[in-house]
């Protein structure tokens, strides 16, 4: 099998295509979701089965298939079906609003990549295909022990990121670690190596952008703000932020969102 590929700026990149009826799920994973970042590029979207099932009939060279499992006209199901049995090298991923196990056991049956449910989180999807990317890199381009390697680190602190970013609130160094299959105290090493910051002190530069993003809306309250991104008591929120940018949250809003 030859995947389709296109060579950006160094790195190959994969050829991804979603079939999705809902128009606002279907627009968000095609413009919102930073594909780029996981190595994949999305050459073309589809609202049902059959119109995917057309287009790849055409371009049997497509890397990977995000299909929703209930689609009208032809659903995720047969799309899958019919590309395990005329197309087995194409990478499928279902996705469905549903836990039915009905469901998964036709995921297995039909060697389906994964199977996600909605919603979609965005550290798991970026985790899931970074590993497919790192499987095709191997097969496609054989990489020396030290690419490999940097390959490898990269797709870790683009997970750790995208993790953090889903859940400035809750974020911890444990549970990161635990998602990339590391340990706490290897993961942090590893962090500040390939960042330069410890993870502890991007989490909070993090939390000070939200922060100020949030503050420029005078309809979010203080307290608001803090619960929103770990703070549980608006104190410590307000002592955070004046120690980070040396103005409290209150001069920050009244000067218009604007650091000394």
Same mark, same amino acid.
């Not at 190959?12 to 095609?30: H, P, Q, T």
């Not at 999807?125 to 990269?154: G, H, V, W």
């Given at each position: 099998? #030859?995947? &389709? @590929?296109? =060579? &950006?700026?160094?790195?190959?990149?994969?050829?991804?295509?979603?079939?999705?009826?809902?128009?606002?799920?279907?627009?968000?994973?095609?413009?919102?979701?930073? /594909?780029?970042? !996981?190595?994949?590029?999305?050459?073309?979207?589809? $609202?049902?089965?059959?119109?995917? /099932?057309?287009?790849?009939?055409?371009?049997?060279? #497509?890397?990977?298939?995000?299909?929703?499992?209930?689609?009208?006209?032809?659903? +995720?199901?047969?799309?899958?079906?019919?590309? @395990?049995?005329?197309?087995?090298?194409?990478?499928? @991923?279902?996705?469905?609003?549903?836990?039915?196990? #009905?469901?998964? *056991?036709t995921a297995l049956r039909y060697h389906v990549r994964d199977f996600l449910v909605k919603p979609l989180r965005h550290h798991m999807l970026m985790l899931t295909f970074l590993k497919l990317k790192e499987e095709l890199d191997r097969i496609c381009a054989p990489a020396s022990e030290t690419e490999r390697s940097n390959q490898y680190y990269d797709q870790i602190i683009r997970a750790v990121k995208a993790y953090v970013m889903d859940h400035?609130?809750?974020?911890?160094?444990?549970?990161?670690?635990?998602?990339?299959?590391?340990?706490?105290?290897?993961?942090?090493?590893?962090? &500040?190596? *390939?960042? +330069? *910051?410890? %993870? $502890?002190?991007?989490?909070?530069?993090?939390?000070?952008?939200?922060?100020?993003?949030?503050? !420029?809306?005078?309809?979010? =309250?203080?307290?608001?703000?803090?619960?929103?991104?770990?703070?549980?008591?608006?104190?410590? %929120?307000?002592?955070?932020?004046?120690?980070?940018?040396?103005?409290?949250?209150?001069?920050?809003?009244? +000067?218009? +969102?604007?650091?000394?």
């Amino acid at each position: 099998m #030859t995947y &389709r @590929f296109i =060579k &950006r700026t160094g790195e190959r990149m994969y050829s991804l295509i979603i079939a999705e009826d809902d128009d606002n799920i279907r627009s968000g994973l095609v413009h919102l979701f930073p /594909w780029e970042e !996981t190595g994949f590029t999305v050459i073309r979207d589809f $609202s049902n089965g059959q119109a995917a /099932w057309n287009y790849i009939k055409e371009h049997p060279d #497509t890397t990977a298939v995000l299909t929703d499992v209930r689609m009208p006209v032809m659903d +995720g199901l047969e799309l899958t079906r019919r590309l @395990f049995e005329n197309f087995p090298d194409i990478q499928v @991923f279902l996705i469905s609003g549903y836990q039915d196990f #009905t469901y998964a *056991q036709t995921a297995l049956r039909y060697h389906v990549r994964d199977f996600l449910v909605k919603p979609l989180r965005h550290h798991m999807l970026m985790l899931t295909f970074l590993k497919l990317k790192e499987e095709l890199d191997r097969i496609c381009a054989p990489a020396s022990e030290t690419e490999r390697s940097n390959q490898y680190y990269d797709q870790i602190i683009r997970a750790v990121k995208a993790y953090v970013m889903d859940h400035l609130r809750t974020a911890t160094l444990e549970e990161a670690a635990f998602l990339t299959h590391l340990s706490s105290s290897y993961l942090s090493r590893l962090f &500040r190596g *390939q960042t +330069g *910051q410890s %993870f $502890s002190d991007y989490l909070l530069q993090k939390r000070m952008e939200r922060a100020c993003s949030m503050l !420029t809306d005078a309809r979010h =309250k203080i307290y608001e703000i803090s619960d929103a991104i770990g703070y549980d008591n608006p104190k410590n %929120f307000s002592r955070a932020f004046r120690n980070y940018y040396h103005l409290s949250p209150r001069e920050y809003r009244e +000067g218009g +969102g604007k650091l000394p």
